[in-house]
Structure formats: C-alpha cells, structure tokens
C-alpha cells in the first residue's frame, strides 16, 4: 500500500500542478445563484463597453446577468462566457408581442441566433407591470406566444419564460402567512400564475425591503438584516428581515391562488448608497454583504434552500429621473467596487 501510494503521489503533484496552472482560464461553471442586474448604456453616461462588462462579472465570479431588454452588443460578449441569462421583453414591446408573428421574430432574432453558445436562463416578459395599465392585458398572450417559440425550438428545458412582479400586487402581506394579492392584482396575476405551475416556470419577483423601510415606516435594523430579535412571530415562523417576510409573503399568496407549488427567483433587489437620510454607503454595504451571505440559506417558510438572487444593479446610472434610483450600483462606471464584498463565487 505504501509504494502504491508513493508511485501515485509522484504521478499526481505534475498533474496538480498543471491543474492549478489552468485555474485561471476555467469558465463559470455549475449551479449559480448569485446574479447582478446590468441596465446596458442608456441609463448612465461612461460606462465600459459590453466586453468589459462580461469581463467584470467573470473577474468577480458573478455567475447570473440580469438585462432588461436584449441587443446585439451584449449578446454577442455573452458568447461563450456561460454567464446565465435573464433576457427582458420591454413593457412597450408586450402589446407587439401579443401578436404570434412578432413573438416568432422576436425569439428569432434575440434568442435562437444566439442560443448556442449563449446561457440563456430566463425570459422575464414585462417588468412589475401595474395591473391597472393597459400594458397588463398583453403579458399573458406575449407570455404563450413566446413559450410557443421556445417551445418549438427544443429549448423549454433549457430556458424558462416568465413575467417579473412586484411586491406591490400585495394587498395583505403582515404577517406573512396572512399575506394575499390585492383584488386589483387578482385577474392579472392569477392566470399567469396558472400558466407557470402549467409550464413549471419560477415567478420572478423584485424584493426590496428598502421601499419598505423609506416609504412603509420599517425600521433600518429590520430592512438590513441587522435586527438581534424576531420582529414578527407567524404561527411559529420567526421573521429577523423583512427580506424573508416578504418573500414568505409572495409564497404565502401564491398559495392561496393554487400556487404553492412555485419558486421564486428574486429578479431585483439592492439598496441606494446616496439620496435621502437612509441612502447611506454604509447602510446600502450592509444590506449587500447579509444579502449576499443569507440567500445561500433560505427563509422561515422555505429554510435549508438557496435563493435565486440577482443584484441591483451593477453601475450606478445617473440617467436616471428620481435621485436615489442613480445610486443602486455595486461598481462605479470606472469599474472599482463600491463596497467591500466577496460575491462567493468562482474568481478568475
């Protein structure tokens, strides 16, 4: 046993060492939950060219990209980098994709000349479309005409269509497992909800505990996951975020409606380092690192499982209207991280 241990370990040092010379070209690979959200060139003046921006996200291991409408440039730098994709259909796009024709073009054109070397993951069709405006009763026809082309295209295993939400659409949601879609949101959100446990689709949702925290009077401690203490006892359930309240809220809705059968990728949330009194480095530097660090495990009603979470946003963008939506980047234009975080994934 000896010798034969000797005689392989003289074996296996060249082959480590060749190993660990090799390391730095090795691609993005595997399972990846961790994403960041890029908003592309127009929302922000001098930002890196979109080989750049790829080159970013492998240097800094984020294995997800989140865009919000698709155009060549980006989807020709994707090439071959096995990033995973959230691909959008702009709100303005869904009246046009309501239409069979234009679906097909579109997945033409966005999604099959690129899907052999480019990782979509998802089609986000339309984002936290208000239920009351018209764009509303486009997204479930554009939702099946664009599954309908994936479909005949072989890649409904590979690439799921959706709709991103809100947590807005909630009427009810403290408790959690009280919570309950307003009846404003009950005729637009409950067919698409049939059409993704039909199609075994996640539900993609925009959770960001800070709108609750500025504008619904939750504490700062509650939003950053900083809280010592339950802040909400739920039937057992014991609620220290407000991250995992509403998501268990959005669970507990989808429930209630025959949806409980459904995940939920977190398709957006983040915090703003400037523009009001809780617009703060510091505190948007917290919620990123304990978000970062708690979705690897999971929430109260759905524990031991890791969340899906994309990052708002990559760079700050300063093209923005309101102020504190400039403000929501992890990295500068110039590409320097604003905040110390590890995003625990494989480094380049």
Known sequence: ???????????????????????????????????????????????????????????????????????????????????????????????????????????????????????FKYIAVGNEVNPNDPAAHFV??????????????????????????????????????????????????????????????????????????????QSVPYGLFTDTKAVVQDNGLEYRNLFDALMDAMYSAMEKINGGSLEIVVSESGWPSAGGEVETVENAGTYYRNLIEHVKGGTPKRPLKAIETYLFSIFDENKKREEIEKHFGLFYPNKHLKYNLSFNQLRR
């Open 1 to 119: 046993m000896a010798s034969h241990y000797v005689i392989n370990h003289k074996v296996l040092v060249p082959a480590i060492l060749l190993l660990l010379q090799l390391m730095p070209n090795l691609e993005i690979t595997g399972a990846q939950t961790l994403g960041a959200c890029y908003g592309g060139s127009g929302n922000a003046d001098t930002l890196p060219p979109e080989p750049d921006v790829v080159a970013l996200y492998r240097t800094y291991g984020i294995g997800n990209m989140r865009i919000y409408s698709p155009y060549p440039e980006i989807l020709q730098a994707l090439r071959d980098s096995n990033i995973q994709l959230i691909v959008g259909v702009p709100n303005d796009s869904l009246q046009e994709l309501a239409n069979t024709s234009s679906a097909s073009n579109w997945v033409q054109v966005n999604i099959k000349s690129y899907s052999s070397n480019v990782n």
């Open 140 to 217: 479930l026809p554009a939702l099946q005409n664009i599954y309908k082309e994936i479909f005949s295209a072989g890649l409904q295993n590979q690439i799921k269509v959706s709709t991103s939400v809100d947590t807005n659409i909630l009427g009810v949601f403290d408790p959690p497992s009280a919570a309950a879609f307003s009846e404003s949101a009950k005729g637009f959100i409950e067919p698409i909800i049939r059409f993704l446990v039909s199609n075994g689709s996640p539900l993609l949702v925009n959770i960001y505990p800070y709108f609750r925290v500025k504008f619904n009077g």
